[in-house]
């Protein structure tokens, strides 16, 4: 079992940036990680995905501001967050999902991202 835990959530004016962390109890090296938000009324939406072998995805309204990254040596997985909008405004959970020897799953609680004026 690995246990996710987002960090870095907080309010900022837009045009800010904010970097989110997501530390892992466990080794991330066979996971595909992913960042989704959910705001309140709208359904969940895939931010940015980087593969266990370094490729990656972004959702269309963030391309060009959002970075994922990952450091498996350190168990985690940042998501820097520039030129922030407040339609980005949600919580941002992390996700894994294992990619080679199994099929386990793990997502974290959440950390709230509020951009406005």
């Known amino acids: 079992q690995v246990q996710l835990v987002e960090s870095g959530g907080g309010l900022v004016q837009p045009g800010g940036s904010l970097r989110l962390s997501c530390a892992a109890s466990?080794?991330?090296?066979?996971?595909?990680m992913v960042w989704y938000r959910q705001a309140p009324g709208k359904q969940r939406e895939l931010v940015a995905a980087?593969?266990?072998?370094?490729?990656?995805i972004y959702a269309d309204s963030v391309k060009g501001r959002f970075t994922i990254s990952r450091d498996n040596a350190e168990k985690t997985v940042y998501l820097q967050m520039n030129s922030l909008k407040p339609e980005d405004t949600s919580i941002y959970y992390c996700?894994?999902?294992?990619?080679?020897?199994?099929?386990?799953?793990?997502w974290g609680q959440g950390t709230q991202v509020t951009v406005s004026s």
């Open positions: 996700y894994a999902h294992r990619v080679i020897g199994g099929s386990d799953y793990y």
């Open positions: 466990g080794s991330i090296s066979p996971y595909r």
């Open positions: 980087i593969s266990s072998g370094g490729s990656i």
